[in-house]
C-alpha cells in the first residue's frame, strides 16, 4: 500500500521560491504518475502539474513557467520547486498518485482520477 506525505510548506514572501516535497512508501514507486494539486476554502482542488513514470511533466496554465516537478526515484520523492510565488499561490498543496486508464491531459486534470493522496502541506505567500 502506497502512502504519500508532503512537506517543505510555509510562509514566503511574495517573488520568493519554496520547495515541496512528496515521499512516498511502498514498492514500484518509478512507475506511478505523481500530480501536485493545491486547495483553497470554498473553492475546488485545483490542478497544478504532472509527472509522468518517465519525468514528462505537465503543468497548469497559471504555472506560467514558475513551477517545476521532478522525481528522484532513488528517494522515492517527487519535487515541486516554485518561484516567483504570488499571493494567490496560497493554498494547500497537495501530491497525489495517478489511478486512471491513460496519462492525457483529460484524465491527469481530473482529482478523481488518483487513488492516493497526502495530508497536504500549507504554503502562504505574503505580499
Known amino acids: 500500500q502506497v502512502q504519500l506525505v508532503e512537506s517543505g510548506g510555509g510562509l514566503a514572501q511574495a517573488g520568493g521560491s519554496l520547495r515541496l516535497s512528496c515521499a512516498a512508501s511502498g514498492r514500484f514507486f518509478s512507475n506511478y504518475s505523481i500530480s501536485w494539486f493545491r486547495h483553497v476554502p470554498g473553492k475546488e482542488r485545483e490542478f497544478v502539474g504532472s509527472i509522468n513514470w518517465i519525468g514528462t511533466t505537465y503543468y497548469a496554465h497559471f504555472v506560467k513557467g514558475r513551477f517545476t516537478i521532478s522525481r528522484d526515484s532513488a528517494k522515492n520523492t517527487v519535487y515541486l520547486q516554485m518561484n516567483n510565488l504570488i499571493p494567490d499561490d496560497t493554498a494547500v498543496y497537495f501530491c497525489?498518485?495517478?489511478?486512471?486508464?491513460?496519462?492525457?491531459?483529460?484524465?491527469?486534470?481530473?482529482?478523481?482520477?488518483?487513488?492516493?493522496w497526502g495530508q497536504g502541506t500549507q504554503v502562504i505567500v505574503s505580499s
Open positions: 497525489a498518485r495517478f489511478g486512471g486508464q491513460s496519462w492525457t491531459v483529460v484524465e491527469f486534470t481530473v482529482a478523481t482520477h488518483y487513488d492516493t
